[in-house]
């Protein structure tokens, strides 16, 4: 059974309980002043601002009890797992692995790599440390979704242009059904975050679905009312 969401191109078919919310490396690296966003000499408010959204649509699928997954870019410590022209690239100060304000960049377990702690996951949610910018290469995240019967995907996080987008075409090449909720992604560049969406929802939905938290809300709350 699946129900309308308003949507661009057109609704989308919301799947309870095969339905996952993804948030995209929500983590304190990109979020917060020191971290590797700020590194790179970015606007690092403009992803915070998207917090208390992010928040809310995590407290909607919490309230279902429907899946909800977060993930962190994020290298083991010997950077085994980094490919060498990925540290490499930019000129930043600051490189993949070098030791910034809270911690070393993009390293699990360090400060800067956890969650931020308004969207810190609670037990039994799914954290997956993905060494890449789309969720899926080289994790174990499309065996964890399928043993849950998840054919939906609700997408969330930052960055709306770079590792959300990868993450939904990754999703969308697997078969998911995506649905971006515009407000609870950013980018640090405005235009980026216009284009992205716009491709996304391009040619009738090539890669997914975008609409704002309300909509997903309204929808929700006005099916379950009469389940």
Not at 31 to 46: A, Q, Y
Request: aromatic share 8%; charged share 25%.
């Amino acid at each position: 059974m699946t129900f309308p969401v308003p949507a661009r191109p057109y609704p989308f078919p919301f799947a309870p309980g095969r339905t996952a919310l993804v948030v995209i490396d929500m983590q304190r690296d990109f979020i917060e002043k020191g971290g590797f966003g700020d590194s790179l000499g970015n606007d690092v408010t403009r992803l915070e601002a998207i917090i208390p959204t992010t928040a809310k649509l995590i407290e909607l699928f919490r309230r279902k009890k429907w899946p909800v997954v977060h993930t962190r870019e994020a290298h083991l410590p010997d950077l085994s797992d980094c490919p060498p022209s990925k540290i490499r690239r930019g000129d930043a100060p600051l490189k993949i692995g070098g030791k910034g304000a809270m911690g070393r960049l993009l390293v699990r377990g360090e400060p800067g790599n956890q969650i931020v702690e308004a969207l810190k996951p609670i037990m039994g949610e799914i954290v997956i440390d993905k060494p890449g910018k789309g969720m899926f290469w080289n994790t174990d995240i499309q065996s964890i979704l399928d043993n849950k019967g998840v054919t939906h995907l609700v997408f969330a996080g930052v960055t709306t242009e770079v590792c959300v987008q990868t993450s939904m075409r990754e999703a969308n090449d697997r078969g998911y059904e995506c649905l971006l909720i515009e407000d609870a992604t950013e980018s640090y560049f405005p235009d980026f975050k216009r284009m992205a969406i716009e491709m996304i929802v391009a040619q009738g939905g090539i890669v997914g679905w975008a609409t704002p938290f309300a909509e997903l809300e309204a929808a929700v709350t006005r099916e379950m009312a009469h389940a």
